[in-house]
């Protein structure tokens, strides 16, 4: 294939002006709150002039709590992911080389847990598993079984967030499994290797960089995670980083100082995971993606194909038919398990001022905040893949940098920003679009930027000697050729603010309440009930976000030979 | 209606790809760029139809200058008025082929009759008439190879810009394809200027044909000229076969000069004085003969390989000077280890430089 080349005719003209505005915006909104977090963990902003401080450090470091946080933070990110992992890559397994009963709707119901936000999931599992109350508890004990389940342990929480994190892991595996040659596993065969030694010897070592890189993509998420670890170890106190950033954060002054070191461990771990990841793959290189869609041999369980099946529901009812089942019951409860059951219930706790008001304020600011970086994704996308300007490369960095980034560090990162700018910004709703956008355009750039690539360049250059001008080749020729990640992406982010809660919980104030911190709210006070018909109600927002989205790929894919325009 | 460049250079960074190139590609011919990848050829294409920006030098299409160093002339691709076909086709994957096909008249802003007319005639010369409405993707490649070339005649361009426009076909279609492009070159008589790696492409297709080598055109001529007059060994090579002599002698005898090689060979002579320091001798394998018996003419030789072909043998023979490719139309049944003699006739040997 031809090397990819740049508009040379772009190279004049106000295009240097438009980079100088996205590289302001970057600095803006995605350096600045790196910077801000290094630069107020180790500098005093007093009355007087700023100066050194390593009082922060100290506290952080001489303080028992701190060290408590970070072996939490440590012990249930690392077991999550593990959990993760190995239900990922078998379920990974399953689906894609056996003979498993149902496995194509089964996969497809296994991907849907990652659009349940994760503070949604921690409720469901709170009210299934808690002990003594928790519903399942409850079964077990009145069927004198001597075991009880307990979610508000080490335990407990590194499982039920392992279970949301494994549908990341099976997806990544299950793409490297169905990307690879089966003819690298029949030519083991045909050398005598048996089934188990190929696997042992050819399979496994091909998949491994996708599992580490799901391992390590879970362990990201899960130091990052605020709704879940809050939810569930809140009452026997097993605190986690970012349940003490959101702690220091409540404090009267906020402790900024405090709040910057910790969210510097955050970006420390997650960088720290990356870095291995990239030293233990190294240069090991991913050939065996070759983009062809194979069809591998399946593996013939027998009347294990049933077992497998059964796991796998097993696996959907606890990630999501159990969840959704008892936040309905709690929902329709006028009180946590009063017994008595009505709709009324469910509508009386959804149809109130406070609900109608914060789901506007959601829905204001994530239509905002998805358009504007999508927008902005889009136009990096094009200058990173289409020009040669010089700085393009460090400018696709600099957007990528907050992606594995804790959203509650890079929510501490954009309040300390602005908190001290004369800008009226901190306080107003327009902070919380501004984090969005710096955390989130990364998502934008990089859905746009791969279907970007694979638009043949020589398709806008034909366009341009047949007559067009650059703008109208990029709005009739571009554009439409890459509208479906563009839908996608943006999709994608507007389900993600919608229940965005670990920078919003740093951010918000009175008018700029989203639904997700009502939904917190309710947790705070203990009501169940309504706490269950808020969770109902973003878990549908997230669910119908999921299936517009697939539909839309669908209809994407088909519609090469699908409907024709007619023509003049 | 010509393209003529003057002087065009273009360099990446530090590293130069087209050396001073002034050339004139001819009014209503095929000329052929022809050289292996990355001498320069597309980059030339390319300079043309606006799509790089040369270092220096002047662009004049049809008698309109579209590009000049300085004072600096720069007309961007859309105001050019020319066509191309892209190695990709480039065809695009969301339109109709009547909509690929009627792009460039839409963007010249014709009328809807006028477009209707255009287009379909266009498809009719492309045979493909029949699939205006179909999506453009839902063609095999030589339907998508006709595609992009009824959008290059759709529009009157007087110049055609054709980038390896066959390299993705596979070997019969190629075939035929040249022939489609010649008979509409015939009757369209446009100018095209048309890059290709393969030699054989560019022999049977070209009026003229520039031969690239390192950023520089080293010979220019019919195919015909520059396959019997190679000036050069990188010529003589690329465009067919050759057996090239590095080692010879410029004797004059009695009977005239002859060239004497190393082993006591002896080779006819046409060429009236010394050649110059660094000069080759180069015969291409059907120009020697085998004689009747074995082991005269000018050269003795054993047979070291035969390869049949249909219409033709080649074979390497083993002699005092090396081995020669030679081929043989039709032919008797030479066998490897075979003792043969060899002839060559004074006017086939042509010299080359280095």
């Given at each position: 294939m031809m090397p990819f080349r740049a508009h040379e005719s772009l190279r004049a003209g106000a295009f240097p002006v438009a980079l100088l505005g996205l590289g302001f915006f970057v600095i803006a909104l995605v350096v600045a709150p790196l910077v801000a977090i290094l630069y107020r963990g180790i500098v005093e902003l007093g009355d007087g002039s700023p100066g050194l401080t390593t009082r922060y450090l100290v506290t952080v470091l001489t303080g028992f709590i701190y060290w408590t946080a970070l072996f939490n933070t440590l012990v249930i990110s690392i077991g999550a992911a593990l959990v993760a992992t190995l239900l990922g890559t078998t379920f990974a397994w399953i689906f894609a080389r056996t003979d498993t009963v149902g496995r194509g709707v089964l996969e497809y119901i296994s991907q849907l847990p990652i659009f349940i936000p994760p503070f949604v999931g921690a409720v469901a599992w709170a009210l299934l598993a808690a002990p003594r109350s928790g519903i399942l508890n409850q079964l077990l004990a009145s069927s004198g079984v001597p075991v009880s389940l307990d979610v508000y342990s080490h335990v407990g929480m590194l499982f039920v967030i392992g279970l949301y994190l494994a549908p990341y892991v099976m997806m990544i595996v299950a793409a490297s499994l169905r990307s690879m040659d089966p003819s690298l596993e029949e030519a083991a065969q045909v050398s005598g290797l048996n089934r188990l030694q190929t696997a042992v010897r050819v399979t496994a070592p091909l998949i491994a960089p996708a599992i580490l890189s799901g391992a390590v993509l879970s362990f990201t998420i899960a130091i990052g995670l605020f709704g879940t670890p809050i939810v569930l170890g809140w009452s026997r106190q097993i605190l986690l980083l970012t349940s003490r950033i959101y702690i220091s954060s409540q404090e009267v002054p906020p402790n900024y100082g405090v709040m910057a070191v910790l969210a510097l461990y955050l970006v420390l771990m997650s960088s720290l995971a990356t870095w291995?990841?990239?030293?233990?793959?190294?240069?090991?290189s991913y050939t065996t993606i070759s983009g062809k869609g194979f069809r591998p041999r399946l593996v013939e369980l027998g009347g294990g194909k049933w077992v497998t099946s059964a796991v796998a529901v097993l696996f959907a009812v606890s990630t999501i038919i159990a969840p959704i089942a008892i936040l309905m019951a709690a929902a329709l409860s006028r009180y946590t398990w009063s017994g008595e059951f009505a709709l009324a219930n469910l509508f009386g706790a959804l149809?109130?001022?406070?609900?109608?008001?914060?789901?506007?304020?959601?829905?204001?600011?994530?239509?905002?905040?998805?358009?504007?970086?999508?927008?902005?994704?889009?136009?990096?996308?094009?200058?990173?893949?289409?020009?040669?300007?010089?700085?393009?490369?460090?400018?696709?960095?600099?957007?990528?940098?907050?992606?594995?980034?804790?959203?509650?560090?890079?929510?501490?990162?954009?309040?300390?920003?602005?908190?001290?700018?004369?800008?009226?910004?901190?306080?107003?709703?327009?902070?919380?679009?501004?984090?969005?956008?710096?955390?989130?355009?990364?998502?934008?750039?990089?859905?746009?930027?791969?279907?970007?690539?694979?638009?043949?360049?020589?398709?806008?250059?034909?366009?341009?000697?047949?007559?067009?001008?650059?703008?109208?080749?990029?709005?009739?020729?571009?554009?439409?050729?890459?509208?479906?990640?563009?839908?996608?992406?943006?999709?994608?982010?507007?389900?993600?603010?919608?229940?965005?809660?670990?920078?919003?919980?740093?951010?918000?104030?009175?008018?700029?309440?989203?639904?997700?911190?009502?939904?917190?709210?309710?947790?705070?006070?203990?009501?169940?009930?309504?706490?269950?018909?808020?969770?109902?109600?973003?878990?549908?927002?997230?669910?119908?976000?999921?299936?517009?989205?697939?539909?839309?790929?669908?209809?994407?894919?088909?519609?090469?030979?699908?409907?024709?325009?007619?023509?003049? | 209606m010509s393209v003529v460049v003057e002087g065009l250079e273009k360099a990446y960074g530090a590293h130069p790809v087209l050396r001073s190139i002034s050339e004139i590609f001819e009014e209503s011919e095929i000329s052929v760029l022809l050289g292996p990848s990355g001498c320069g050829k597309t980059t030339t294409l390319r300079c043309i139809a606006g799509l790089e920006r040369p270092s220096s030098g002047r662009i004049k299409v049809a008698g309109r200058v579209v590009y000049q160093g300085a004072p600096p002339v720069w007309v961007p691709p859309e105001k050019r008025r020319l066509s191309m076909v892209f190695q990709s086709y480039a065809i695009w994957p969301h339109m109709s082929v009547f909509e690929n096909v009627s792009l460039p008249l839409r963007a010249a802003g014709l009328g809807r009759a006028q477009i209707n007319e255009a287009v379909n005639d266009a498809l009719q010369m492309v045979a493909l008439a029949k699939f205006a409405e179909r999506g453009a993707t839902a063609l095999s490649g030589g339907q998508q190879q006709r595609v992009a070339l009824a959008r290059c005649i759709v529009s009157d361009t007087p110049v055609i810009l054709m980038d390896e426009p066959l390299s993705n076909l596979d070997a019969k279609l190629r075939v035929s394809m040249r022939a489609d492009i010649k008979a509409m070159q015939r009757r369209l008589r446009r100018t095209i200027l048309f890059v290709t790696h393969d030699q054989e492409e560019a022999m049977s297709i070209a009026d003229a044909v520039y031969l690239y080598h390192d950023g520089r055109v080293i010979q220019k001529g019919s195919p015909r000229e520059i396959y019997a007059n190679p000036s050069t060994r990188y010529a003589a090579e690329f465009l067919g076969r050759a057996n090239i002599i590095e080692r010879f002698e410029w004797v004059e005898t009695a009977l005239g000069a002859r060239f004497v090689l190393p082993g006591g060979v002896s080779l006819p002579c046409a060429v009236p004085h010394r050649p110059a320091p660094g000069s080759m001798l180069c015969v291409r394998p059907e120009k020697w003969r085998f004689t009747e018996a074995d082991g005269s003419g000018v050269i003795a030789g054993d047979i070291l390989e035969t390869n049949f072909v249909g219409d033709r043998v080649e074979y390497v023979v083993a002699t005092a000077i090396g081995q020669l490719s030679v081929t043989e139309l039709g032919g008797a049944n030479r066998r490897p280890d075979d003792r043969v003699g060899l002839d060559v006739s004074a006017q086939d040997i042509k010299l080359i430089t280095a």
């Open positions: 291995l990841q990239r030293a233990v793959l190294g240069s090991r149809s109130t001022d406070d609900v109608w008001s914060t789901l506007q304020t959601s829905i204001r600011l994530s239509v905002v905040s998805a358009t504007a970086a999508t927008a902005i994704g889009v136009l990096i996308s094009w200058v990173v893949v289409r020009t040669r300007l010089r700085g393009r490369n460090l400018l696709e960095y600099l957007i990528l940098l907050p992606i594995s980034m804790p959203g509650i560090a890079f929510g501490v990162g954009v309040m300390l920003v602005w908190i001290r700018a004369p800008a009226p910004v901190y306080g107003t709703a327009l902070i919380i679009i501004l984090a969005f956008v710096g955390r989130f355009t990364a998502y934008a750039v990089r859905s746009t930027s791969a279907s970007l690539r694979q638009v043949h360049p020589e398709l806008e250059e034909s366009a341009r000697v047949c007559g067009y001008r650059p703008l109208r080749t990029f709005s009739r020729i571009t554009l439409p050729l890459i509208l479906p990640s563009i839908v996608a992406a943006w999709l994608l982010l507007f389900s993600f603010f919608m229940t965005e809660l670990s920078m919003v919980v740093i951010l918000y104030t009175a008018e700029s309440r989203t639904f997700s911190v009502l939904a917190f709210e309710a947790w705070n006070v203990g009501d169940f009930s309504r706490l269950a018909s808020y969770s109902l109600l973003q878990m549908a927002v997230g669910m119908f976000f999921m299936i517009v989205l697939n539909a839309f790929f669908r209809r994407a894919d088909g519609s090469v030979d699908g409907p024709q325009p007619t023509p003049v | -």
